[in-house]
């Protein structure tokens, strides 16, 4: 089944403990893309990624940081949380090039709660 | 700066009650509009893609259409499954633009 998964769904911390959120697709897709949602805000976007080692910042990049060493992953990494950084987290993915139609597959969410 | 504006923001319906949503854009060439469901709790799902005014989309009880300045979302005798949030988004053209700005949502409740 064609999916984009994250990890973890649900996550509690504390301030300044950095955490990781990972993200996986299986449908091969070079573009990736992660987003967050808050209430009244819409959806904003924090980084993607165009292939393998390239990624470039989106709107909101201010405290989060990217990598893609492979394909298929694209986790979102908060070096040191804030409370600010409490929100609904998606990540994204497609084709490019022919294979674009500007759909995006998204994944379940992350909803981090940072105190 | 691209900008996406849909309204209303909440529309309560009775099932079977026929409306419309809208999404006001503004972008410097369109490539793509696009419209998502969200569930609550759930990731966007695509809906549609308009590429030109003129466009229409159709799908099961929805249908999109596209003109220069706007889409509309109507829905046609809705059912209480067709509750959901209804994202709107533009895509500019450009080289190697695959970057999308969304509206905040209209929040669609269909009362049985």
């Known amino acids: 089944e064609a999916q984009v998964t994250q990890n973890p769904r649900y996550l509690i911390t504390v301030t300044g403990k950095k955490l990781t959120v990972t993200c996986s697709q299986n449908m091969n897709h070079e573009y990736m893309s992660w987003y967050r949602q808050d209430p009244g805000l819409g959806l904003r976007q924090i980084y993607y990624?165009?292939?393998?080692?390239?990624?470039d910042k989106g709107d909101v990049p201010e405290g989060y940081k990217v990598s893609r060493k492979e394909k298929r992953n694209f986790p979102l990494i908060l070096e040191s949380p804030s409370p600010n950084q409490t929100s609904l987290y998606f990540c994204a993915s497609t084709y490019i090039g022919q294979g674009n139609t500007g759909e995006l597959f998204f994944g379940e969410g992350s909803r981090l709660t940072v105190l | 700066e691209d900008q996406v504006t849909q309204s209303p923001e909440a529309l309560r319906l009775q099932e079977g009650e026929s409306s419309s949503l809208n999404c006001s854009y503004t972008v410097s060439g369109l490539r793509g509009l696009f419209w998502y469901r969200q569930d609550p709790g759930k990731g966007p799902e695509f809906l549609f893609t308009l590429y030109s005014a003129g466009e229409e989309k159709e799908k099961e009880r929805l249908k999109a259409t596209l003109t220069k300045k706007e889409s509309f979302l109507h829905i046609t005798a809705p059912k209480p499954e067709d509750s959901a949030t209804y994202l709107c988004a533009v895509q500019a053209a450009g080289a190697g633009s695959y970057q999308l700005t969304f509206g905040k949502g209209t929040k669609l409740s269909v009362i049985p």
């Open positions: 990624s165009m292939n393998v080692e390239v990624t």
